[in-house]
């Protein structure tokens, strides 16, 4: 329990001095006691758990907080404990991370000697607890990918649809600039007609995004709720850059020459 840092909220953990515990005694989680129909851990403790099949069986002597020891997608279910190194087949080893090579060739060395003949596995635990979201992970990617592709070909589209229209409307830059508009009007106008499209482009993919977001994040026991400032964010990103590529042709079409504006054909 000190090694994978269990929380003890009742009773006590095991101990080599009282050996009767160490033969009868369990240790449930908060869910156990839950279910088991007990109105707190400390009313669980002395109590005696029977089995058909033997096991668990035994007297509650402590109660741990709960604690995830499977994927955040499953609940946290009833656990017993009991003290029965003869049915271990794995160790839980606390150590420091500078000291990782040292420690597993101190081990294999032991586990030779002590268990000839055996191969010596081992796995690190942070490891372990990733493989468990490696589904999530691939799909991660897999949405990161996509949506950095069709960032690419929307900005590629966004910067012809601008270039074809300043150069559809090159004449009418150059009459408002004659009559007094400056680069600034200029842009402003021009820049309308998309920041209302990427409003609509928004409005429409927020309530689709939120739908889908919040139908897969039901699969876990465990989940975030989705915070209304990621869409404001992504929105604020989207019109960031399409001002910029706007402003960017816009300004240079106001900049230019008015006259050679009015004699473009």
Known sequence: MDVLGLELIAGQGFDLQRQKELVDGLILN??????????????????????????????????????????????????????APRNSYLYAIKYKAADTQQLISSLNDLWIKTFPGHDFNYFFLDQDFENQYQAEARLANVFAVFAFIAMVIAMIGLLGLVSFMVVARTKEIGVRKILGADVF????????????????ANAIAFPITWYLASEWLKTFAFRMTINPLLFMGTMVIALTFTVAIVSLQTIKAALADPVKSLRYE
Do not use: C, N
Not at 30 to 45: C, H, L, N
Not at 52 to 74: A, F, M, N, R, T
């Open 185 to 200: 009007s200029i842009t402003r106008l021009l820049s309308k007609e998309f920041v209302l499209l990427v409003l609509i």
């Open 30 to 83: 908060e869910q156990a006691v839950f279910d088991f129909g007990w109105a707190s851990p400390d009313e669980a403790i002395g109590k005696r758990i029977t089995s058909p099949s033997g096991s668990p069986e035994g007297e509650v002597i402590g109660v741990v907080k709960d604690y995830h020891q499977l994927g955040l997608q499953q609940k946290i279910g009833p656990m017993t404990m009991d003290y």
